[in-house]
């Protein structure tokens, strides 16, 4: 779930994480009568998988669009007890959109989207619900979001 909230994706797809030889996720019955070993992701914490500096994780959203992360622990920083939720601390792009065609329909939308003449331009505007930046992304949004519902709906009361 912090995963989608940060990269801005509304979790609608099946997706998977891989360390090594293990593999997270929501369980399929199909998977299993194949021989796959799924472990269901809500069961598993991050300790323990990220047991040293350096630890990978592969995660792959949308199996059609086939969206492929590599999330690397760099740094462990100190515990915080006033902390309840995780925080995004440094920003780059912003996250394509869902259903826009992986790698290569990204870069189409893009091309489409910069190019007022192109001949799905007004198709794409439509599609994603106006301009899209992909050099947008905001700190600020994600931890918003990431708060725990308790803190954002007393923050909106004050």
Not at 39 to 52: A, D
Not at 115 to 122: K, R, Y
């Amino acid at each position: 779930m912090f995963l989608q909230t940060t990269m801005g994706w509304h979790d609608c797809h099946m997706h998977e994480f891989r360390a090594g030889e293990r593999h997270f996720g929501r369980p399929d019955p199909e998977d299993i009568s194949m021989g796959m070993q799924v472990e269901n992701e809500r069961n598993i914490r991050l300790s323990s998988v990220f047991r040293r500096l350096g630890a990978k994780l592969i995660y792959i959203y949308d199996f059609g669009d086939n969206w492929e992360h590599a999330i690397v622990l760099e740094k462990l920083l100190p515990f915080l007890p006033d902390m309840t939720s995780p925080i995004c601390i440094d920003e780059s792009l912003a996250c394509p959109p869902d259903d826009c065609g992986g790698i290569p329909g990204f870069y189409e939308l893009l091309d489409a989207l910069a190019d007022p003449n192109h001949e799905q331009h007004q198709e794409m505007r439509d599609w994603i619900g106006g301009d899209f930046d992909p050099q947008a992304f905001s700190v600020e949004e994600v931890n918003r979001k990431l708060a725990p519902k308790r803190r954002r709906s007393s923050a909106a009361k004050n």
